[in-house]
């Protein structure tokens, strides 16, 4: 059974191949592209780079973002300001944007180094993801105050009306009181 499913599957593909070879070259699919095998030496500078940064603390990442601003100030170039947005991007003290205007730049270049405009789009689109986060966790925590003021309110306003739902209740109770002692009064008058 498993020969025969086999031979079954072979003659399928063969077909395949043979109809694909007699198709007209214009219909045929096209080959799938070939990915890069060489890393250009802005990647691999990149990609060194970061393995440096990954084991850095904050203190160091600051040091580091100073460092490679200085560098870039000394040596411009769009490599020189991603390794500065790189630092930055790690960083949790960073501003997104700092990192965004160092990278929208390279973004919208068309004439850079295509590995360095890739991990700059990267680095934007991580900042803004960031600034969006940000935004919508402050817009969050003011609602939530908003909330709490409110609903802490509503609280007091609860508690003042049961205050004064037990002082009418305590009227009310002194009045019956009284009404039933002057109701007893005029009995034992009678």
Partial sequence: MRAALALLLALLLAGCAAFERSMPEALRPAAAP????VQTPSANELLAYMARLR??????????????????RAQPGDLAQVKVAI???????????DVISLVDPIVRRDGADDDVRAMASFLHIQALERRRLKESAAATGSKLRDERRAAENQK???DALQEKAAQLQQKL???TELE?????????GR
Avoid: V
């Fill in 34 to 37: 070939r990915e890069r095998a």
């Fill in 55 to 72: 084991g850095m603390n904050e203190r160091a990442l600051a040091a580091e973002a100073a460092r490679q601003r200085e560098m870039a």
């Fill in 87 to 97: 630092a930055l991007s790690l960083s949790s003290l960073a501003e997104e944007g």
């Fill in 156 to 158: 007091q306003r609860a």
């Fill in 173 to 175: 109770d002194a009045l």
């Fill in 180 to 188: 039933k002692s002057l109701s007893d009064r005029q009995a034992q």
